[in-house]
């Protein structure tokens, strides 16, 4: 059972950084894609960037490449984001899920599991 749970949104200014991480206390985290997804009040879900299975490929959207950076270290069942000269509009709920499909996914219906969320608010 996959089990995912967030961790490290908080309140910053414009221009830092941040690292959010997803712990997986289930046993299968190291055959799931993972995927991060962030949603701001009054918009519709969207997808950030995401793994592949052994860490090797990854895939980010346009309007996060070269400042978000997404890892995973599959010894300790943990994802993370590392988010760079953070923007007011990266403001929004930050979620990881987790996709049993091989490859790497960008669509939010290729994840079968997700988590509550961590909430990142960049200041101006």
């Known amino acids: 059972q996959v089990q995912l749970q967030e961790s490290g949104g908080r309140l910053v200014q414009a221009g830092d950084s941040l690292r959010l991480s997803c712990v997986d206390s289930?046993?299968?985290?190291?055959?799931?894609?993972m995927g991060w997804f962030r949603q701001a009040p009054g918009k519709e879900r969207e997808f950030v960037s995401a793994?592949?299975?052994?860490?090797?490929?990854?895939d980010s959207a346009d309007s996060v490449k070269g400042r978000f950076l997404i890892s995973r270290n599959n010894r300790v069942n943990t994802v993370y984001l590392q988010m760079n000269s953070l923007k007011p509009e990266d403001t929004a709920v930050y979620y990881c899920?987790?996709?049993?499909?091989?490859?790497?996914?960008?669509?939010?219906?290729?994840?079968?599991?997700w988590g509550q969320g961590t909430q990142v608010t960049v200041s101006s």
């Open positions: 289930g046993r299968t985290f190291r055959s799931n894609g």
């Open positions: 793994i592949s299975v052994g860490g090797g490929l990854t």
């Open positions: 899920a987790a996709s049993r499909r091989a490859g790497i996914k960008i669509r939010g219906d290729e994840y079968d599991y």
